[in-house]
Structure formats: C-alpha cells, structure tokens
C-alpha cells in the first residue's frame, strides 16, 4: 500500500498564548507546559513543595510555532485502546450501582440552596445591588479589551485580578494576551458576585450558610476556564507543539486513575513508584517490640550515647499513616527527636479491614496508648513517659488522659498536642460535611462495608482545598498529559487508611455534631465518665496559622480546659507542612507568647514571630520539666523481643 503524503504543517502566527496574534508586529514568545499542579494537602503543604514535573517556564521560542500533525497510526491503536477500557469501566460502574442503593442527596445540598434561594427572593434588593455591581464591572472590562485591542497606549489596570498565590493564572499569557486576559477576569468577576451574593443571604442559619458557601465555591473552581482545553493558553499551547498527544497522554491518565479506583475517579498526584517503605522513605531505624490488633509499637534505634530517662510515645493520627513523621532523613521528626536523646516510641495503627467493624474509639485508647504504656515499662523499666498526640492522635490523648486521670494513672507526665481538636464548636469547613442526613448516609454505607474507604476520606480532605489539590492536577494530568513530579509528602497523602465503622461514627456524633467532649461527663470510655478539666500534666500545644482541618483558633481553645502548665506556640503554613518543618530546612516561622488569655486573637496580637523552625521550642521545653538521663536503650535489651524492623507490617497495608 501506497505511504499517504503527509499534509504540510499549518503554521500559523501565535503569540505567548499560543492563539493567533490579533495584531502584526509585536514580538512573540511562548512557554512551554510546566503543568499547574501545586498547593498543599488539607495538611498545608506549600504550592512550591507540590509543583509537579514538567517543562521550563519561561523559555524563549520562535516567532512562528507549528501544529504538529498525530501519527494516524499510533492515534488509532491509542484510540482503540481507550475505547475498550472505557467501555469495560462503565459496564463496571452499570453493575456496582445496580447493587447499591443511593440517596437522591446524601450530601444534603440541594435543600440548603432551595433555602438560600427562598431567602433570596424574599429580599431581592441585595441581588439587584450584587447584578447592578458586576454589570457595571464588565462594562468597565468590555470597554478595556477593546482599547488593549486597537492599540490604545494608555491601557487601563486590570478591572479584577486573581489573589496573590492564585497559581491558576501564573501563564504570562493570561496578562499578555488580550483574548485571555478578558477570560479570566469576566471568570474573576463571576465568581466576585456569586460568591457575595450567597455570602449576605439574610435569616440562614450558620450550618445552612457555610453549606451554600462551600459548595458554591466547588463550583466556582470547577468551572475556572485554566481547566478547560479551550480557555486554557498553556493546554492549547502544549496541543499544539505536539500534535494532540498531550491530550491522548492525558486520557490514558484519566482512565488509569478511573481503573485505579474501580470506577471512582482517584487522581494520581505523585509518582507512586519512586517511594518504597524502609527504602528511601519511613527509614529510620528501629524495631517492632509489640503488636495487638490495632496497632505496632516501633522503638527507634539510639544514635546518642546518653538518653533522657523519659520514653517518648508518639500517637499519630490513624486517618493516616505514621510516617509522615518519617518521611525522609531531611525532614524526619522521628529521626531528629532520636538525635536529641529522645527514646522514641511510635504507635503505628493498622488499615482496618471489615473485621474491626465494631472497633470504637475506647479501643483505641485501651489498645493504642495504654497498652504501649504497658509495653514502654516492659521494653525499658521506666514506668513516666512523654506523650505526642497528632491531630486526631491528640483527641485521643487527651481524652486517654482525662480517662487516666479519673483512674489515678499518672504515667503520662507531659503532653504535647499537635494540631489537636478538643473543642469541636468551630471546627471549620469540615463542619459541612457533618449533619444528620450526611451522618445518616454516611453511616449507612460503613454498616454495609464494616468501615470508610480511605479514598472517601481522602477526598473530602481534598476538598478544602480544592484548586490545589483536585483541579490542578486535572489540568497537570489530564490537560498537560504530564507525569506527576516524585514528592514524599503526597505519596504518603495518597497512601489513605479505613476508619473502623464504630469508631467513626462515635467520633463524628460525639465529637463534630455535638461537641461532646468538652462537657464533664459528656463522653464515656470503658464505662467511666471523662473530664478533660482534670487534666493536669504539662501541656504543649502546637497549631498552625494556615490549618483548614484544625483551625488554630479552635485548637487554642484547648487551653482555656486542661489544667496544669501550657504553652502554647503557632507555627506558619498548615496541618503537615507547619508541623514537619526541620529546622535544617528554615522554612517557617513560629509564633510564640507565655500568657494565655481567653481570646487568641488576642493572643496573636501579643505574640512574639521566632524565624524558623518550633521544634528546638518544643525540646527546650520538654527537656526543662526533666534532664535526667540514662544510657542509650537498644530495641530487645529489655523484656520485649523484637518481632520485626522498623516500619514494621502493618504500615504496608493498602485500601485494596
């Protein structure tokens, strides 16, 4: 058969947009795709740590850029190829709903708008104020565009611009470009007057209200045009450097994350292959001394001769996995507090699976801190040990404490919370997802499975953060057709855990929805009425500013409770970038201030900035309630014999 003669490429004039120049004369550059993936976890990662891999930016390129036309043989094989997956995930995805039973709503939005709207039209002054606003605005930005269009030399500032930080509208061409200029800001102004009109919805109730304010802003972001190949400048360049391969790469993309999840899309934001855990992530030496059926206990290896006589018991959250306290050597806090002469004790929790179904929050607390207690003594003859709590791990100390303290059990003598959540009346944007049609709902799909999937966690996590961690990667992924950039952080953000049905449902109802715990006697573990105002032992309390899982005015208030000695210190960034910041790496800074007053505005009003990292605070602090030290304890010397090394079996657990 005859070779077809290849067409001849179409070379038309393109600016740093990559569409066609409006206008002869004006010197053309062009960027290639660096892909938009950036931000942070509901943890607080900065937009810098998760830039995925990619092109340079920036780099010059040639007045004339041409459209490279597909190989029509590899686009057919790569067609029909997502032709026959796609076809076998929705057979898939046909048979999995004709097995479930779904709620019309079970996230409950479609009565909050109904209300919002009912509020809006009985008082439809603010929306004819709000529509009179934002015509006016983009009269101003008509009349703009067509000055920048005839050449106008005085062309006028913008009438809108995106906030600092946006990363969405960092290609040149959203400014350079007049065609993409007025895209952006006509989407900026949209979404200036949709969101001030749900904000000033009079007679809402506050539930209601941060509903229709989270969820409008869902949809805001979805619908922002860098998410679209057509709206997009450095999507449309990329298509048209290499042919439309991009967008062939990124459906591949779309339907090995589809596959990934079983139907559900779960979006790929590392490369899962570059980690290995006890390779070159989770790598600090040490051995499993105790296993039960919730959790591993791991003691870290010595690498001082001399340690303080305190053990030091950290309880991470078991919403995910201990090591993010062990990433890497760089910014391991498990490998820093060892070369302190801390005798470091991790609880590493297990994936639960359908057999722990009626596993409750109690258990936790008599399997998680209490049997390791038990096994600490064991392990090195010392009876009073330092406690960590992170994140949910510190609910749970703290309620571990109140219950120790109604029962006399003092071995705790210090406890330090990170990004702790006691008082759950302010509990941010989570609290949208916590109401009794959701609770209902989500309960009623852990009875039939034993738990929550990790990823349905994972997602709503997302969410708070959805520009960064959802929709930049769409565009990445998906758009781009590139590779997500190896990134420790987010692979062990993508590494989710179950949580046991029971138990999350106790957390939720008693915790989030009625704020249980801050009330004498409000919750019960192993049958004893606990009281966290009886909690005497030293407190540290560590939050961070940018937090969107515990805000920190919320975490502040936890030290308006506890009795006994605080300190409490604020740390930059989020919920795991503010909180693994070494000091090696100087990246944030910390908030300090002895006094405690009631209101922690006024707090932060009389605090004192520190550069860089809380850590050494935190270790000064500790250390100061007691120095004694004693020689370095090696895992196996005392009565627990090794079962395994560090990290141990029960990390390596997937959801699958």
Request: aromatic share 10%; charged share 25%; hydrophobic share 40%.
């Amino acid at each position: 058969m005859a070779k077809p003669e290849k067409p001849a490429a179409v070379k038309p004039t393109v600016g740093k947009s990559g569409a066609a120049k409006p206008r002869a004369g004006k010197k053309a550059a062009a960027q290639t795709g660096s892909g938009q993936a950036s931000g942070t976890r509901t943890d607080g990662a900065t937009a810098d740590e998760t830039k995925p891999a990619g092109g340079t930016e920036g780099a010059a390129a040639p007045e004339f850029a041409a459209f490279k036309l597909p190989d029509p043989a590899v686009l057919g094989r790569s067609m029909a190829d997502i032709a026959e997956r796609s076809q076998r995930l929705v057979g898939d995805w046909l048979s999995r709903q004709s097995q479930e039973e779904h709620a019309p709503d079970p996230l409950n939005i479609g009565s909050a708008f109904m209300e919002m709207t009912a509020r809006l039209m009985a008082n439809p002054t603010k929306l004819v104020a709000a529509q009179l606003g934002f015509w006016q605005d983009y009269m101003t930005l008509w009349q703009n565009t067509a000055r920048r269009l005839i050449g106008a030399a005085d062309a006028a500032a913008p009438v809108i611009d995106a906030p600092p930080g946006d990363r969405r509208f960092r290609d040149d061409a959203w400014k350079d470009s007049e065609v993409f200029d007025f895209i952006k800001q006509s989407y900026l102004l949209s979404a200036r007057y949709v969101q001030d009109v749900v904000k000033h919805v009079d007679g809402l109730d506050p539930k209601t209200a941060q509903k229709v304010d989270f969820y409008s802003r869902q949809y805001i972001d979805a619908m922002s045009p860098s998410n679209f190949l057509l709206t997009n400048p450095e999507v449309l360049r990329k298509t048209a450097e290499t042919g439309g391969e991009n967008l062939i790469k990124g459906l591949n993309n779309l339907l090995t994350d589809l596959e990934r999840g079983k139907g559900n899309l779960r979006i790929k934001m590392t490369d899962m292959d570059a980690f290995k855990l006890g390779e070159n992530i989770a790598v600090s030496p040490g051995k499993v001394i105790y296993q039960n059926d919730l959790m591993q206990l791991i003691q870290y290896s010595p690498t001082t001769d001399k340690v303080l006589k305190r053990p030091l018991l950290i309880g991470p959250p078991w919403i995910n996995k201990f090591y993010i306290l062990d990433l890497r050597p760089r910014n391991s806090l498990v490998r820093w507090a060892v070369s302190q002469g801390h005798t470091v004790f991790m609880i590493s929790w297990v994936n639960p699976d359908e057999k722990l179904a009626e596993m409750g929050f109690a258990d936790y607390m008599r399997l998680g801190y209490l049997d390791a207690l038990d096994a600490i003594e064991q392990a090195t003859g010392e009876r009073e040990v330092n406690a960590i709590g992170y994140c949910l791990g510190g609910t749970l100390l703290a309620s571990t404490l109140a219950y120790m303290a109604a029962k006399g059990d003092d071995r705790i003598k210090s406890a330090s919370f990170f990004v702790t959540m006691m008082d759950f009346q302010e509990a941010g944007e989570l609290g949208v997802f916590i109401d009794e049609e959701q609770l209902k709902a989500l309960e009623e799909k852990m009875n039939r499975r034993g738990y929550l999937e990790g990823s349905e966690m994972a997602t709503t996590f997302n969410m708070l953060r959805a520009n960064d961690l959802i929709w930049s990667f769409v565009v990445n992924n998906y758009l781009l057709g590139n590779e997500p950039f190896p990134f420790d952080l987010l692979y062990w953000n993508s590494d989710s855990t179950r949580m046991p049905a029971r138990m999350h449902s106790f957390y939720l109802r008693k915790m989030y929805q009625e704020n249980l715990l801050v009330e004498p006697g409000g919750v019960h573990l192993e049958g004893e009425p606990i009281d966290l105002r009886k909690i005497e032992v030293p407190s540290y309390f560590l939050s961070t500013r940018e937090d969107h899982i515990a805000p920190w005015k919320s975490t502040y208030r936890a030290t308006q409770i506890l009795g006994g000695q605080k300190r409490f210190v604020l740390a930059a960034s989020g919920h795991i970038a503010g909180v693994v910041n070494p000091p090696d790496g100087g990246k944030y800074s910390h908030w300090i201030n002895p006094d405690l007053p009631a209101d922690p505005e006024a707090w932060f009003h009389g605090a004192t900035e520190i550069a860089g990292s809380w850590w050494p605070d935190w270790h000064r602090w500790i250390t100061a309630l007691d120095k004694t030290t004693v020689p370095a304890r090696v895992p196996g010397d005392g009565k627990l014999k090794p079962l395994e090394d560090a990290p141990g079996s029960y990390v390596r657990l997937k959801m699958n």
